[in-house]
């Protein structure tokens, strides 16, 4: 019997933990800690939630990559003419849309510059053709034949195929081509180029047929494994992606081409579905829309290594159960003080190891609870917060063992605010500056500036509101969610000097924990009238729904960390639990050997 080492010149070496590197792939070892041999299977996809359209829709069409994608046209179930920019992590909608409203419409091209073409309108089919610049559509000359293409290209050189029909776009008007598929139908999938392309799957009967374009004659190849139409597909003509459609019975297959034939994948869609949308390549792609109507977005990643999601897990529990208190430091070296216990006011401060809690000076002020908090857990800074006498601008400096109290406090006492930064250089922004006696939100808009000795008062934020969160430093941060008289989603970016308008959160709350960069943040937890678990990602641009959420629902805990490596400990009702954020990250595709 040959033996392993006979065939690849190598022994199954024995480790304790798997091999990250993607030299691994196809390779053997034994894990003694695990018991057990294993191996790294070669490429295979699987696909990630995405942000969601704005407006879901079905039979829409696609054009560009994951990362710059475009949606337009398709039923909601009304015809519309909305049309969508992608970025890798969220939709944006376009001012404008087509000109002509209509679904099962072909697209091709970039986000960028882009075609559309066919499709249903109310009543009837359209020969209709539009030249998208990357703000606007134009209509330009139509089809020959009026139908529901599949389509693949640039916006100056496409092919739209369906049935018997195949027409050739040479960026001013269409031509229609002697030659035609060897199996008509409709409603099938492409990907390629205008002279190199591949169609796949239709109806009606539903097929598994697939066939090769060069550019002057249809050649049949090998089928699919799962015959289905209403399909999408992405790709060239020999390396190619098939995702989702109907076999009847909706579905999430996906199969990869790579030349020759086709293979199924073992991961499908989270979201089953036909008449969808894609963009991108066989390596890297969205799958969007689809019906039963959704504005589900799915992102494709196809290699040796697989993404993680971000997830949560347990913590050391904190010595003082408590909500309304403050954080600083990191995941490992974290910080906790202030709060409230329920019936009374905490001055309680606690270090965390990155397992447990020691209870470390308490804070001097007698206003512990939503008190703001920056830097690390052996220089941090506590400012403002709540006490009997109502808001406070009280300041303290933590050294690693015992409080200071600052000979200056703040300009503006005020509690349930944000702030970020070190011990030496912070700002804080937003909260409530109600009069002690007055039972009604002041909403506040208010920043200050901390110097390491004064504060200094700074330009205003956009919208005034408490329970604001804070990621960043000093001269680059980012506040989101809150309260504004509702919770509110509105995210905002300083320089340094002021405040501008971003992006939104994808779920409004308030005194929600944040932390990391202006960058790259993460905001998680809150109430949005309830207490919520739901955690986000912020790339600089927008903001991603995490798939992995927190697992005790709460607001008005302690934050520490970055958005890779995050801490959230405490908050209401009072609890001592502690959670710890583990973000995104990639593996590869470990199988553990049976002898089954």
Same mark, same amino acid.
């Given at each position: 019997?040959?033996?392993?080492?006979?065939?690849?010149?190598?022994?199954?070496?024995?480790?304790?933990?798997?091999?990250?590197?993607?030299?691994?792939?196809?390779?053997?070892?034994?894990?003694?800690?695990?018991?057990?041999?294993?191996?790294?299977?070669?490429?295979?996809?699987?696909?990630?939630?995405?942000?969601?359209?704005?407006?879901?829709?079905?039979?829409?069409?696609?054009?560009?990559?994951?990362?710059?994608?475009?949606?337009?046209?398709?039923?909601?179930?009304?015809?519309?003419?909305?049309?969508?920019?992608?970025?890798?992590?969220?939709?944006?909608?376009?001012?404008?849309?087509?000109?002509?409203?209509?679904?099962?419409?072909?697209?091709?091209?970039?986000?960028?510059?882009?075609?559309?073409?066919?499709?249903?309108?109310?009543?009837?089919?359209?020969?209709?053709?539009?030249?998208?610049?990357?703000?606007?559509?134009?209509?330009?000359?139509?089809?020959?034949?009026?139908?529901?293409?599949?389509?693949?290209?640039?916006?100056?050189?496409?092919?739209?195929?369906?049935?018997?029909?195949?027409?050739?776009?040479?960026?001013?008007?269409?031509?229609?081509?002697?030659?035609?598929?060897?199996?008509?139908?409709?409603?099938?999938?492409?990907?390629?180029?205008?002279?190199?392309?591949?169609?796949?799957?239709?109806?009606?009967?539903?097929?598994?047929?697939?066939?090769?374009?060069?550019?002057?004659?249809?050649?049949?190849?090998?089928?699919?494994?799962?015959?289905?139409?209403?399909?999408?597909?992405?790709?060239?003509?020999?390396?190619?992606?098939?995702?989702?459609?109907?076999?009847?019975?909706?579905?999430?297959?996906?199969?990869?081409?790579?030349?020759?034939?086709?293979?199924?994948?073992?991961? &499908? /869609?989270?979201? $089953? !579905?036909?008449? *969808? #949308?894609? =963009? @991108? %390549?066989?390596?890297?792609?969205? +799958?969007?829309?689809?019906?039963?109507?959704?504005?589900?977005?799915?992102?494709?990643?196809?290699?040796?290594?697989?993404?993680?999601?971000?997830?949560?897990?347990?913590?050391? &529990? /904190?010595?003082? $159960? !408590?909500?309304? *208190? #403050?954080? =600083? @430091? %990191?995941?490992?070296?974290?910080? +906790?003080?202030?709060?409230?216990?329920?019936?009374?006011?905490?001055?309680?401060?606690?270090?965390?190891?990155?397992?447990?809690?020691?209870?470390?000076?308490?804070?001097?002020? &007698?206003?512990?609870?939503?008190?703001?908090?920056?830097?690390?857990?052996?220089?941090?800074?506590?400012?403002?917060?709540?006490?009997?006498?109502?808001?406070?601008?009280?300041?303290?400096?933590?050294?690693?063992?015992?409080?200071?109290?600052?000979?200056?406090?703040?300009?503006?006492?005020?509690?349930?605010?944000?702030?970020?930064?070190?011990?030496?250089?912070?700002?804080?922004?937003?909260?409530?500056?109600?009069?002690?006696?007055?039972?009604?939100?002041?909403?506040?808009?208010?920043?200050?500036?901390?110097?390491?000795?004064?504060?200094?008062?700074?330009?205003?934020?956009?919208?005034?509101?408490?329970?604001?969160?804070?990621?960043?430093?000093?001269?680059?941060?980012?506040?989101?969610?809150?309260?504004?008289?509702?919770?509110?989603?509105?995210?905002?970016?300083?320089?340094?000097?002021?405040?501008?308008?971003?992006?939104?959160?994808?779920?409004?709350?308030?005194?929600?924990?944040?932390?990391?960069?202006?960058?790259?943040?993460?905001?998680?937890?809150?109430?949005?009238?309830?207490?919520?678990?739901?955690?986000?990602?912020w790339n600089g641009t927008s903001w991603t729904t995490s798939p992995g959420s927190m697992g005790t629902a709460r607001y008005s805990m302690a934050t520490a960390g970055n958005q890779t490596s995050a801490l959230g400990a405490g908050g209401y009702a009072p609890q001592t639990t502690t959670e710890l954020w583990t973000g995104p990250s990639t593996t590869l595709n470990y199988k553990t050997l049976t002898t089954s």
């Amino acid at each position: 019997m040959t033996t392993y080492n006979q065939l690849f010149g190598k022994y199954v070496q024995n480790v304790t933990s798997d091999p990250t590197s993607t030299d691994a792939e196809g390779q053997i070892w034994y894990n003694s800690t695990s018991g057990t041999f294993k191996t790294a299977l070669g490429s295979y996809g699987v696909f990630s939630s995405g942000g969601n359209l704005n407006t879901a829709r079905v039979a829409l069409a696609g054009a560009g990559t994951a990362t710059a994608g475009l949606a337009f046209g398709g039923g909601t179930p009304t015809k519309t003419t909305a049309t969508e920019l992608y970025n890798g992590t969220s939709w944006t909608s376009n001012p404008t849309g087509m000109n002509t409203a209509r679904t099962s419409l072909a697209g091709c091209g970039t986000q960028t510059a882009a075609l559309g073409f066919g499709g249903y309108l109310t009543p009837g089919v359209s020969a209709a053709t539009e030249s998208w610049n990357g703000s606007t559509w134009t209509s330009v000359n139509s089809m020959v034949s009026a139908n529901t293409m599949a389509g693949v290209g640039t916006q100056t050189a496409a092919l739209g195929v369906v049935d018997t029909t195949t027409e050739s776009w040479n960026g001013t008007s269409w031509t229609r081509l002697p030659a035609s598929l060897n199996t008509p139908r409709n409603t099938q999938a492409m990907s390629g180029t205008q002279t190199a392309a591949l169609n796949f799957g239709g109806e009606s009967p539903i097929k598994a047929a697939t066939e090769s374009w060069n550019g002057s004659v249809w050649t049949s190849v090998n089928s699919m494994n799962t015959a289905r139409s209403r399909l999408a597909g992405t790709g060239t003509q020999t390396s190619a992606l098939a995702i989702g459609g109907i076999t009847p019975t909706i579905t999430g297959a996906t199969e990869t081409w790579n030349g020759t034939s086709w293979t199924s994948n073992p991961t &499908s /869609l989270a979201t $089953a !579905r036909n008449y *969808l #949308a894609a =963009a @991108g %390549t066989k390596s890297s792609s969205i +799958a969007f829309g689809g019906q039963p109507l959704t504005g589900a977005t799915e992102a494709w990643n196809y290699g040796v290594s697989v993404p993680v999601a971000g997830s949560w897990s347990s913590g050391g &529990s /904190l010595n003082t $159960a !408590r909500y309304g *208190l #403050a954080g =600083a @430091g %990191t995941q490992s070296a974290a910080l +906790a003080f202030g709060g409230n216990t329920g019936p009374t006011y905490s001055n309680a401060t606690e270090a965390f190891n990155g397992t447990s809690w020691t209870n470390g000076g308490n804070m001097n002020s &007698s206003s512990h609870r939503y008190t703001m908090g920056t830097g690390t857990q052996t220089a941090a800074l506590a400012a403002g917060g709540d006490g009997s006498g109502g808001p406070t601008n009280s300041t303290e400096k933590y050294n690693g063992t015992a409080w200071t109290s600052n000979p200056t406090g703040m300009n503006t006492g005020r509690f349930v605010l944000a702030g970020v930064g070190n011990q030496t250089a912070t700002i804080a922004f937003g909260g409530d500056a109600r009069p002690p006696t007055s039972p009604t939100f002041l909403y506040s808009n208010l920043t200050e500036s901390f110097n390491g000795t004064s504060w200094t008062v700074a330009n205003t934020l956009n919208t005034a509101r408490q329970g604001i969160a804070g990621a960043g430093t000093q001269t680059a941060a980012l506040g989101f969610g809150g309260n504004t008289g509702s919770v509110t989603a509105a995210t905002e970016s300083w320089n340094g000097t002021s405040w501008t308008s971003v992006n939104s959160l994808n779920t409004p709350r308030r005194q929600l924990g944040g932390v990391g960069t202006q960058t790259a943040a993460l905001g998680f937890g809150g109430t949005t009238g309830s207490p919520t678990t739901a955690t986000e990602l912020w790339n600089g641009t927008s903001w991603t729904t995490s798939p992995g959420s927190m697992g005790t629902a709460r607001y008005s805990m302690a934050t520490a960390g970055n958005q890779t490596s995050a801490l959230g400990a405490g908050g209401y009702a009072p609890q001592t639990t502690t959670e710890l954020w583990t973000g995104p990250s990639t593996t590869l595709n470990y199988k553990t050997l049976t002898t089954s």
